[in-house]
């Protein structure tokens, strides 16, 4: 099993994380293949961030606002935040939304890949307010595509300190560790991340913990895992394979067809779930079947194998 988590989604009122750990993240994320922290059980867990894509396509009328009038309209930083708050000129400045729109700004630019420019805005997110958790949680998404993964582990452990309750960080810090193969902590983390009951992607959740689970050995905990992940939500097309795969595993496979297809409705094929759908016909005796998934098998690998010439690294 390759060792990405789905990562998925950067705001903690996501519509994803994930991630997940996708890519990372066990993610927004993308354990899918890779986050437990913007996409998989044949995959890994998976990092998510479904604000990061958000922000990617575009920065909000707020914070454009509150951005030109901290860069480009030659006020000072305390007399932008006073105008924007409030007509009291001896009013404090609101260093908490400048500073969340700093955070909005990097994670439009994380969401571009433009790291350098994401990096820069988390920095002058966090000399605004030091305790910023999605600010550092940024940090640590950078170091980790950076492969700095000192400084990424430091950067997602600061921000769960600040923010015991950010529920997206832990599944993008599970992704994380589930790609470097430290898996018990990952699955800490998940466990943790998922008794959070107001998480909009609390299915993936679980999914990503029965991934990890799966690389502990734990298979009956994984099981009730992936089996939670679809009674929560049931389009976690994601689970539903795991559930086919272990079904089959078990020699249940009229459950597992029945899995299959409620994967097949919600994501369409792909070489993995055909050659398990190749099995399970074959073992409930279907040959027909059996035959029609080998021939779509042949065609999906057909098409990858033209697709990886031109591929890149």
């Not at 293949?33 to 998510?48: F, M, R």
């Not at 950078?142 to 599944?171: K, W």
């Not at 029965?210 to 089996?227: H, I, N, P």
């Not at 389009?235 to 249940?252: F, K, P, Q, T, Y």
Request: aromatic share 6%.
């Amino acid at each position: 099993m390759p060792s990405r988590l789905p990562r998925h989604r950067t705001n903690e009122h996501d519509p994803v994380a994930h991630h997940s750990v996708a890519q990372g993240t066990v993610a927004h994320g993308t354990v899918a293949q890779g986050t437990v922290a913007h996409g998989t059980v044949a995959q890994g867990p998976c990092q998510h961030d479904s604000h990061t894509r958000t922000a990617a396509r575009g920065i909000t009328r707020r914070t454009r606002a509150l951005l030109l009038c901290l860069g480009f309209a030659g006020l000072t930083l305390a007399g932008c935040a006073t105008r924007v708050e409030t007509n009291d000129p001896y009013a404090p400045p609101d260093d908490n939304k400048a500073s969340n729109a700093y955070v909005e700004l990097g994670e439009a630019y994380l969401g571009r890949n433009q790291l350098q420019r994401a990096d820069s805005a988390f920095q002058k997110a966090l000399k605004l307010q030091s305790s910023n958790a999605e600010a550092k949680a940024g940090l640590a998404m950078i170091y980790q595509r950076q492969g700095e993964n000192v400084l990424a582990d430091d950067y997602f452990n600061q921000a769960i300190s600040s923010d015991p309750s950010f529920t997206r960080a832990r599944n993008n810090y599970a992704a994380f560790l589930y790609s470097r193969g430290e898996y018990v902590e990952a699955c800490r983390q998940l466990e943790i991340a998922a008794e959070d009951l107001t998480y909009d992607n609390r299915g993936q959740l679980y999914t990503n913990l029965g991934r990890c689970q799966l690389q502990l050995g734990k298979t009956s905990e994984a099981a009730k895992s992936f089996e939670r992940a679809v009674k929560i939500n049931p389009r976690e097309s994601e689970a539903w394979l795991a559930v086919a795969r272990m079904s089959h595993d078990a020699g249940d496979n009229d459950a597992a067809q029945s899995a299959l297809s409620r994967y097949f409705r919600l994501a369409g094929t792909d070489s993995d779930s055909l050659a398990l759908a190749v099995d399970v016909a074959t073992a409930r005796g279907d040959s027909r079947l059996a035959d029609l998934y080998s021939r779509q098998l042949e065609q999906v690998m057909t098409r990858e194998s033209g697709r990886a010439v031109i591929r890149t690294p």
